[in-house]
């Protein structure tokens, strides 16, 4: 089955830097688009990133362009976000999760993992 | 604010029928398939409905979407006491190349 795992959360100070990582099993990672989202406390979902299965289309909200890098490892089944220049704002869960299918991109997301918090304060 | 418009709240009685609206435009909405997702708490969202009105399998036909123009609606049927969680409208908006959600809709079955 499919499987997301993500990891790399943690506390940071205001303008430091933080490397997320998400863990596929369970499909054909280099198949499918992926993407961060996150959701900040008591707060709702905000896309962040996606990134094409072949790493060569990316995009970004305007809320991180500039700050945050999305990329992949299909040799590993593996998602990254390079988050540099952390605001209280980017305070959230982190979600990494699986486009609906293989053809391209949907923006229908039909699984997500646990989620991982990233914490921004002084 | 969130591009897509839902209602902070929504509730009715176990067994009832309820609607969630999720308003948008034409750069969104008007022009793009709209999916739903359910979170319970503490949890992963959900995807209930994708393409507008299609389930994943193993999502019980009680869930239903619509969309009409620039607004889309999830139908929830025969409430149970365990539908409780927020749920919300996701799409493509084409003006801001961003994908973008409603800012959820908290269920609660009295």
């Known amino acids: 089955q499919v499987q997301l795992v993500e990891s790399g959360g943690g506390l940071v100070k205001p303008g430091g830097s933080l490397r997320l990582s998400c863990a596929a099993s369970g499909f054909t990672f280099s198949d499918y688009y992926m993407s961060w989202i996150r959701q900040a406390p008591g707060k709702g979902l905000e896309w962040v990133s996606y990134?094409?299965?072949?790493?060569?289309?990316?995009n970004y909200a305007d809320s991180v362009k500039g700050r945050f890098t999305i990329s992949r490892d299909n040799a590993k089944n593996s998602l990254y976000l390079q988050m540099n220049s952390l605001r209280a704002e980017d305070t959230a869960v982190y979600y990494c999760?699986?486009?609906?299918?293989?053809?391209?991109?949907?923006?229908?997301?039909?699984?997500w993992g646990q989620g991982t918090l990233v914490t921004v304060s002084s | 604010q969130s591009v897509l418009t839902q209602p902070p709240s929504v509730s009715a009685a176990p067994g009832q029928k309820v609607t969630i609206s999720c308003s948008g435009s034409?750069?969104?909405?008007?022009?793009?398939?709209v999916s739903w997702y359910q979170q319970l708490p503490g949890t992963a969202p959900k995807l209930l409905i994708y393409d507008s009105n299609k389930r994943p399998s193993g999502i019980p036909d009680r869930f239903s979407g619509s969309k009409s123009g620039t607004s889309a609606t999830l139908g929830i049927t025969g409430l149970q006491t365990g539908d409780e969680a927020d749920y919300y409208c996701?799409?493509?908006?084409?003006?801001?190349?961003?994908?973008?959600f409603g800012g959820g809709t908290k269920l609660t079955v009295l």
């Open positions: 999760a699986r486009d609906r299918y293989s053809s391209g991109w949907s923006n229908q997301l039909p699984y």
């Open positions: 034409s750069s969104n909405i008007g022009n793009n398939y």
């Open positions: 990134i094409s299965s072949s790493s060569s289309y990316t």
């Open positions: 996701g799409t493509w908006d084409s003006s801001l190349s961003a994908m973008v």
